[in-house]
Nanobody, 117 residues
Framework: QVQLVESGGGLVQPGGSLRLSCALS????????MGWYRQAPGKQRELVATIPGRGIIKYADSVKGRFTISRDNAKNTVSLQMNSLKPEDTAVYYC???????????WGQGTQVTVSS
């Protein structure tokens, strides 16, 4: 088992920025990839971005050019830099550990991001 602890959520105005961080309780190399997901009220959880140990970083079309996922292998952390935030980005954001490209084996507790004026 691994613990994933997110931080960095909050309230921001449209056009603003936030940086989310996720700390792992064990080596990030234990997992094929790390990801960020989000769930808005009344909607299904959706993929935001994934970053494998090797390979291509993937983004949802809705966040391309605005969000950047990164990882620090030495610190066992993964981050999500969110710029040009829109009200439709409002959601609970979850950090996730992947066993393979399709399978999440562990979720963080979630952090609320609210974009509103």
């Amino acid at each position: 088992q691994v613990q994933l602890v997110e931080s960095g959520g909050g309230l921001v105005q449209p056009g603003g920025s936030l940086r989310l961080s996720c700390a792992l309780s064990r080596s990030i190399f234990s997992f094929y990839a790390m990801g960020w997901y989000r769930q808005a009220p009344g909607k299904q959880r959706e993929l935001v971005a994934t970053i494998p140990g090797r390979g291509i970083i993937k983004y949802a079309d809705s966040v391309k050019g605005r969000f950047t996922i990164s990882r620090d292998n030495a610190k066992n952390t993964v981050s999500l830099q969110m710029n040009s935030l829109k009200p439709e980005d409002t959601a609970v954001y979850y950090c996730a550990a992947h066993r393979d490209a399709a399978t999440v084996v562990s979720w963080g507790q979630g952090t609320q991001v609210t974009v509103s004026s």
